[in-house]
């Protein structure tokens, strides 16, 4: 039950390398961007409030994609097994076919877009004490800034989403460089963090990360 944030700025391929890795290792993968995104297309009261700020690339509130991730910690049992089979299940809470299924089962976390303020950090921080968690690595993925650049507009080309558009993206990376980046400060004098670099292709920044978390899980 190990819990992994994956930290980098728009564009380093945090949600493309989430998904790869919580499929080769069964972890379940926590994106506050798509959870918000599903809220606004849900048309939520939630998504209502978050849909213009997300628009315009500023960070949603703190206590809001907290809530997001502390209601995601709570999901019980049957929530992980709609998103999952038993099987998969099983396997990544170490369990036998015969063993009892726990009410609350603890698999892996990998945590992608958040927290993404020191305060969120914090918060966090707070969250795992309450829920018997704690935090096992912090991966940054590294990519200098002309190739976030390049790579955010080539998404725009292909993506649907109404915050990639040339004067959002550039305040979403300015949000980024005020707010987020001091995240790295704040886990760098605790040892937890490693940073991966990502400016090549995806599958050589996916070989980086699954050295690290085959590492890591096996600890
Ligand atoms: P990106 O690829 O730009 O990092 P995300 O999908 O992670 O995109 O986030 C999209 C938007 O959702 C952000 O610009 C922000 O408005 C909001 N958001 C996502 N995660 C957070 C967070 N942890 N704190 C505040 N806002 C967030």
């Not at 989430?18 to 379940?28: H, P, T, Y």
């Not at 213009?52 to 994609?65: E, P, S, T, Y």
């Not at 009892?100 to 089962?105: I, V, W």
Request: hydrophobic fraction near 35%; charged fraction near 30%; glycine fraction near 8%.
């Amino acid at each position: 039950m190990k819990n992994i944030i994956l930290f980098g700025a728009p564009g380093v391929g945090k949600g493309t390398q989430a998904s790869l890795l919580a499929e080769k290792f069964d972890l379940i993968h926590l994106s506050t961007g798509e959870m918000l995104r599903h809220e606004v297309a849900e048309g939520t009261p939630l998504g209502l409030r978050v849909k213009d700020i997300m628009n315009r690339g500023d960070l949603v509130g703190d206590d809001i994609v907290v809530g997001l991730i502390a209601k995601a910690l709570d999901s019980g049992r049957n929530q992980l097994l709609d998103e999952w089979d038993e099987l998969r299940l099983r396997r990544a809470c170490g369990l036998g076919p015969d063993d009892p299924l726990p009410e609350q089962p603890q698999p892996s976390i990998i945590y992608d877009g958040f927290p993404r303020t020191v305060q969120q950090c914090q918060m966090l921080e707070f969250l795992f004490q309450k829920k018997n968690r704690r935090l096992d690595r912090v991966i940054s993925i590294d990519v200098p800034q002309e190739e976030l650049v390049r790579r955010i507009h080539e998404r725009a080309q292909i993506s649907n989403r109404s915050d990639d558009n040339e004067a959002v993206i550039r305040h979403r990376l300015e949000e980024y460089e005020a707010k987020t980046r001091p995240v790295l400060d704040y886990y760098k004098v605790s040892g937890r963090l490693v940073s991966v670099d990502g400016s090549g292709e995806i599958t050589e920044t996916n070989t980086r990360l699954c050295r690290i978390l085959q590492h890591l899980l096996e600890q």
